[in-house]
């Protein structure tokens, strides 16, 4: 469900009371067709079961004897007094005037509408296996996947007024992780075990020794560590440091064929415990150990089907040997 910052009223404010319906066995929200329609016909739209369970709680907070989504109780709004964009300037208000209190970074000011979080999670969900159900949840177009992938393509594309920023900003999150890497292995800690560990240190030391010919500070290693373009992919389980340009060895790239114009790996082909260009770091190594437990805790159910058995120790194998990887 959404609200669009336009003129008109947005149509998440058109949702009323006991509007959450069953519709062929699935959740459905019951309301009037005001889009493109100038009969408005009452239409129902399947929704997912948090878009049902956030419909009721609106409801239950809301002052409006008819609309679910309006003033709340507490906050002296009518329902009238209420606007999407006025909610919005309120939350990010509220945020950067405790940002001391709670470390939040500070939100900027610029203009932000319902909209732009909308599409900015359209583009994160766009590259990831499964994205056009993904997105179709997102774009509340729950009901086929046919339905998500007609309605959501051109949706998930990058503007280009919009795609600067956004890649600025992604651009600016990565150095900082290379950054904190960068000081671990400065001050002599484990910044983690695999070939693609060494890698990133032999890259590192490459940097401050140029640092130190020029006899530079710490802004002059800096600024030589972004120029170094460093080829590193940060994620929750392994990093990856496959070089585009020199893909040699990359386990995701085996025996597979590349989609036309890819570059660099294909996540969901990843294989942590096999490749070079794999690096487990320390904090990674939380979820291997929780892994480990999951598995063998599965492994002792008694009647466990005999492939089911063999898929599992599989798995437990690979989790075996990242874990072994980075044992002294």
Known sequence: MHGRNNTPPPVIRAITRNSIVEHYGAPAVVSTKRKRDPDRPTERWWIIEPVAQAIFTATQLSEHPDLAFAGVRGTGNTADAFASAGAIEAFIARVNTHRHHTGLE??????????????????LTRDYPGSEIALGMQ???????????RST???AAS??????????????ARFEKLRDLYDAHRRGDTIGYGPGSDQLRGAFDAVTATAQAQHGDARVEYDLLRKARIAVRFGAVNHCTLDESNPVDAKCLENTVVPPGHRGPLVDRC?????PNSVIAPEHLVVWRTEERSLLTILETPKLAPIRRAQLQRELDDVRVVIRRTTP
Do not use: E, N, S
């Open 106 to 123: 500070p939100i900027p000011t610029d203009r932000v509408t319902p909209h732009m979080f909308r599409r900015t999670m359209a583009m």
């Open 271 to 275: 294989q942590p415990a096999r490749c």
């Open 139 to 149: 774009l509340k177009h729950a009901a086929t996947r046919a339905l998500a992938k």
């Open 153 to 155: 393509q051109g949706y």
């Open 159 to 172: 503007a280009p007024a919009w795609a600067a920023y956004f890649d600025v900003a992604l651009a600016d």
